[in-house]
């Protein structure tokens, strides 16, 4: 099923129109949200079938992919899917509904969280006039921005 969701360029659509193209994309977002929710069914019933000791040599296969995309080759959500996991472009949407762009997103690696304080504390302290300021000071700056 496809649903068109053009609108003249020169903005001459109709209210009706507008509201046909609207009610089209809720439906493309139902259809995909129920196929992602089918997918994430058979990925799960797929992994509890699976004998414990294979569940555990993929999941120790997935922790070393992991950990060389984010802590060796430092890639991006792409690089780990493509490059170091060997998928194709299709990998792509299953992969970021079950969660890997957010875990990829949140891994931040320790010289990467020590450049964001020192440049923090830098910023902190030139507003300061180069002195070290008080905890008053410290909190009003953070939760200023």
């Not at 070393?64 to 991006?76: D, I, N, P, V, W």
């Not at 194709?88 to 762009?101: D, F, K, R, T, V």
Request: charge should be negative; glycine fraction near 8%.
């Amino acid at each position: 099923m496809t649903f068109s969701t053009e609108l003249p360029a020169d903005g001459s659509a109709s209210d009706g129109d507008k509201q046909q193209k609207l009610d089209a994309l809720a439906r493309a977002g139902v259809a995909f949200t129920q196929a992602m929710n089918e997918e994430r069914e058979r990925i799960e019933a797929k992994w509890r079938a699976m004998p414990e000791d294979d569940r555990l040599d993929a999941f120790c296969a997935v922790v070393g992919l992991l950990h060389k995309a984010e802590f060796e080759q430092r890639t991006s959500y792409r690089g780990l899917l493509y490059d170091v996991c060997g998928f194709g472009p299709e990998s792509y949407m299953l992969a970021q509904e079950m969660g890997l762009i957010d875990l990829h997103n949140s891994i931040y690696r320790r010289s990467d969280l020590e450049e964001l304080i020192s440049r923090a504390m830098d910023k902190l302290v030139g507003a300061h006039g180069g002195r070290v300021p008080t905890p008053e000071a410290i909190k009003n700056f953070v939760l200023k921005g």
